[in-house]
DNA sequence: ACCACAACCTGGCCGC
DNA sequence: TGCGGCCAGGTTGTGG
């Protein structure tokens, strides 16, 4: 599923209604989505512990927990983390239930077993190497015009490195680049300083109406409560080939970069540089 | 340091 | 209906 805004609206939606409970039980249908610890300990740390706050980073939810626990899921492709009670009828794909007091449980259901959690003492372990969250205050366009200045990979690449920047994933990189009416193969290095502020303020724009439209249901992913976003209704190039661009009415075209579907007008976004 | 590509998984869809 | 091939919101590791 998910990117920032998906997660974003899954951990907003949970926070209300899990702060303050504590987990009674945990059971992995995968043992691998056990990332680490192995499941016997991930149990026996887990078990007793309350949850404190929820916060996100990049596409990692994290809650802190009692005892300096801190509980991380990433969702990966497919992954839901669905607020239930165990009386309601069972989720299809659900391969790690944690159960909360007074019959509550987060389910975590993933058809591609991709997503992963893990019980750490320091987040910092598993999302200490992200780049800057786009809202931050350390997301500038100096920020942004120096990494791209250093780099000569695809400006697609560059917006899907974690590293450089948290959170945007195929969906809004290309979104992205046709507000900023950049072509997704453009070198990084090779972007004048308008396209380099064009593109500052699409990130945080299509990333906000992410978030305000509850993320993009295209396949699997809903929120906390199983519900579809909206975004979906918004995207002006993301998986429409074919269809006329919003802009200038040219067929959207489809290419594969970094093996990845990548989706532009071929008129708003040209290749030349 | 930079690709491209396979791997991890399962299911939906399209064409023959 | 069946089967093969391709596609899928992510990340990581390998090899050139």
């Given amino acids: ?6 997660v974003e609206t899954v951990k907003n939606d949970l926070l209300p209604l899990v702060q303050g409970r504590t987990f009674t039980d945990v059971a992995f249908f995968w043992p691998k989505a056990a990332q680490t610890p192995n499941p016997e300990e991930f149990k026996r740390r887990l078990v007793g512990r309350a949850i404190l706050d929820i916060t996100r980073r990049g596409k990692y939810i994290i809650f802190r927990l009692t005892d300096g626990e801190f509980l991380l899921v990433h969702l990966r492709m497919t992954g839901q983390l669905l607020f239930r009670k165990g009386t309601d009828t069972p989720d299809r794909y659900t391969h790690t239930v944690l159960k909360l007091d007074e019959g509550h449980e987060l389910r975590f259901a993933d058809l591609r077993k991709f997503g992963a959690l893990w019980l750490v003492r320091d987040p910092e372990e598993v999302v200490g190497d992200l780049g800057p969250e786009p809202f931050s205050e350390e997301f500038t366009p100096e920020y942004l015009a120096n ?8 400006i697609k690449a560059a917006l899907l490195d974690q590293n450089f920047i948290a959170g945007i994933g195929n969906i809004y990189a290309d979104e992205t680049l046709f507000e900023a009416r950049i072509h997704p193969a453009r070198k990084a290095n090779s972007l004048s300083q308008d396209e380099t ?8 724009s299509v990333l906000t109406r ?5 993320g993009t249901s295209l396949q699997d992913y809903t929120d906390a409560f199983g519900r579809e976003g909206h975004n979906q209704e918004q995207l002006r190039v993301f998986r429409r080939k074919g269809l006329p661009c ?19 007008c071929p008129v708003d976004q040209p290749l030349e540089e």
């Fill in 210 to 214: 992410g978030i305000a439209n509850r």
């Fill in 197 to 204: 502020n064009r593109l500052y303020n699409a990130i945080k």
């Fill in 1 to 6: 599923m998910p990117e920032l805004p998906e």
């Fill in 147 to 154: 990494g791209m200045a250093r780099r000569s990979s695809p």
């Fill in 246 to 264: 919003p802009n200038c009415g040219t067929p959207i075209v489809r290419a594969t970069q970094g093996g990845r579907g990548t989706f532009f």
